[in-house]
Structure formats: C-alpha cells, structure tokens
T-cell receptor
Framework: EAGVAQSPRYKIIEKRQSVAFWCNPI?????LYWYQQILGQGPKLLIQ????????DSQLPKDRFSAERLKGVDSTLKIQPAKLEDSAVYLCASSLAREQETQYFGPGTRLLVL | AQKITQTQPGMFVQEKEAVTLDCTYD???????LFWYKQPSSGEMIFLIYQGSYDEQNATEGRYSLNFQKARKSANLVISASQLGDSAMYFC??????????????FGTGTRLQVTL
C-alpha cells in the first residue's frame, strides 16, 4: 500500500513570495491533516479535512494560509505572502475515521523563507 | 497546562540495552488515545505504537512497548534491545475524544535518542 505522498520535498523562497504544497493521502483515507513543525518543536495542526469539508482550521493563519481538498482526495496548502517565521516542515497526514485512527504521515516539505 | 509533556530533551543508550522515554499527559476526557511516533533525521513521522484509554493491557509492537499508567497519566515508551537505527526524535501524542471522531493529535516536544556502540 502506497503511503502519503508530498511534494516538493524542499523549497526555498524569499519573504513575501507565495508557495504551495501538495499532498496525496493513502487511498481510502477520508481524513487529511496538515501540520506545521517548527524546528525543535512537535507538529502543530493547521487544518483537518473530512472528505471535502474542513473539520478544524482554528490554528490556520487565515490571512496568509489557505488549503483545499479537491474531490476528497488530494490537498494543497498555500502560503501567500510568506513570512520568515513560516520556515518549518509542513507535514501531511491521513487516517481512517475509525478504529484507533492512526495518522500516517508523509515525508514532509521543508520550507525555508529568506 | 501542557497536554503532553516529554521531560527528556535527549537520551543516550548503548546498543542492545533497553531505554524508557517518558511521556505524561493531561486530559479531562474519559476516552482518548496515546501514540508514539519516531522521526529520523530525514523528517518523516513513523507510527510506532498506540494505546487506547480503555485498553487494559499495555500495548506492544515488536521491540516497542508502552508502559501505560492511567492513574499517573503517563504513557512511557520502552524500546528493548536498542539498535543504531533507533537513533531519532521520538514524539508522544494524544488524541482526545472517542474513537471515530477523527480528532487531531497534540504532540509533545520530543526526546532525541542517541544509540551508541
């Protein structure tokens, strides 16, 4: 079974530029999560989708971050305009909304904002 | 208050020895789940083990076991027979609410484990 796919793996941009990340979850996983992991910290949830709908986006800085999940499968996370403090690893995870609900993570995208 | 506390920023263990990574949690929910993930330097988060709040037995997965003490609100990870490949960051995480509600995970700050020869 293929895991969670993310691209790109690395991205370097200048502040005020825009950037987009892509995630393809494990087939059949209805729930998709985007986490931000700043160096030295644990991941923090940005947004959670259940199929097409947003379940939780309370921690998403909506003035600059946006996310969508098309047709309940792939998802994109966008930052516009980027700030220096957005430098982090962006992790995508997916899960089945039943049983122990283990979240399986992708390899992450390392973003550096200069 | 921190929901997940990992008090050991770094740990060293010799190859083939056992090591315990500490995790305490804080929740008022009766139903919750506790997870441990491993994060190598490459960055991906690898699921290791899960313990549900109603599980009476401590979870085990190969060389990993979870020492679950509900009254103390602790969920320590025990790695037996450490290997060099176990060197990584280890994160404890909690899902609050009942299974099936697709709740977010709250993570601790992690423990960096270094396995030495």
């Amino acid at each position: 079974e293929a895991g969670v796919a993310q691209s790109p793996r690395y991205k370097i941009i200048e502040k005020r530029q825009s950037v987009a990340f892509w995630c393809n979850p494990i087939s059949g996983h209805a729930t998709l999560y985007w986490y931000q992991q700043i160096l030295g910290q644990g991941p923090k949830l940005l947004i959670q989708f259940q199929n097409n709908g947003v379940v939780d986006d309370s921690q998403l800085p909506k003035d600059r971050f946006s996310a969508e999940r098309l047709k309940g499968v792939d998802s994109t996370l966008k930052i516009q305009p980027a700030k220096l403090e957005d430098s982090a690893v962006y992790l995508c995870a997916s899960s089945l909304a039943r049983e122990q609900e283990t979240q399986y993570f992708g390899p992450g995208t390392r973003l550096l904002v200069l | 208050a921190q929901k997940i506390t990992q008090t050991q920023p770094g740990m060293f263990v010799q190859e083939k020895e056992a090591v315990t990574l500490d995790c305490t949690y804080d929740t008022s929910d009766q139903s919750y789940g506790l997870f441990w993930y491993k994060q190598p330097s490459s960055g991906e988060m690898i699921f290791l083990i899960y313990q549900g709040s109603y599980d009476e037995q401590n979870a085990t997965e190969g060389r990993y076991s979870l020492n679950f003490q509900k009254a103390r609100k602790s969920a320590n990870l025990v790695i037996s027979a450490s290997q060099l490949g176990d060197s990584a960051m280890y994160f404890c995480a909690m899902r609050e609410g009942r299974t099936g509600t697709a709740s977010k995970l709250t993570f601790g700050t992690g423990t960096r484990l270094q396995v030495t020869l």
